[in-house]
């Protein structure tokens, strides 16, 4: 995960692609697979965001979750 993760921070150039934020960086995961390893994603799945843009968009967006091929909100 810390390779992959890295990689999404240094893609996005080291900063929050909502706010342009450098600090604190997080990698926001657009949806979920159920099963799936934190890491195991396609990058497009996946973008930096820091810790207080994370937590807006956990806070007023439904994360999808996938399940075989099927959507669900969670």
């Known amino acids: 995960w810390i390779s992959k993760?890295?990689?999404i921070k240094k893609r996005d150039s080291f900063k929050c692609t909502k706010c342009e934020n450098t600090e604190k960086l997080h990698v926001h995961h657009k949806y979920y697979i159920f099963g799936?390893?934190?890491w195991d994603y396609p990058d497009e799945a996946l973008i930096t965001l820091c810790?207080?843009?994370h937590l807006?968009?956990?806070a007023?967006?439904?994360i999808p979750v996938y399940y075989?091929?099927?959507k669900t909100n969670r």
């Open 36 to 38: 799936n390893d934190i």
């Open 68 to 70: 075989r091929n099927k």
């Open 5 to 7: 993760r890295d990689f």
């Open 51 to 53: 810790g207080g843009c």
């Open 56 to 58: 807006l968009v956990h």
């Open 60 to 62: 007023s967006e439904i």
